[in-house]
Nanobody
């Protein structure tokens, strides 16, 4: 079993920034795709970003592209989501998902990935 740990959520004003971190106990993250999903109250869970395992591919939801940056630090066994210019549509619980393979396959991530407990992001004046 893989224990996924997210951190970095919080309250920020519109236009502000947060950096989410994801790490895992019991798994070397380097070969695996890692994704960030989010879910706001009353809304469907959606994929925000994904970074592939051994190849430098990334994916961003269109509404966050240019504002969010996903990266990984293999030495720290961690993945980060730098969120800039946060907007009122960004608040949600953000989940880190560790894939069982190296590609950012949406169906595999949703159905078979290892999910963290989530970290809350709030945008408010």
């Amino acid at each position: 079993q893989v224990h996924v740990v997210e951190s970095g959520g919080g309250l920020v004003q519109p236009g502000g920034s947060l950096r989410l971190s994801c790490s895992a106990v019991g798994r070397n993250l380097e070969p695996y795709a890692i994704a960030w999903f989010r879910q706001a109250p009353g809304k469907e869970r959606e994929e925000v970003s994904c970074i592939a395992g051994t190849i430098p591919n990334t994916y961003y939801k269109d509404t966050v592209e240019g504002r969010f940056i996903i990266s990984r630090d293999n030495a720290k066994n961690a993945v980060f989501l730098q969120m800039n210019d946060l907007k009122f549509e960004d608040p949600a619980t953000y989940y880190c998902v560790i894939d069982r393979a190296g590609g950012c396959d949406y169906d595999l991530l949703r159905s078979f990935g290892f999910w963290g407990q989530g970290t809350q992001v709030t945008v408010s004046t």
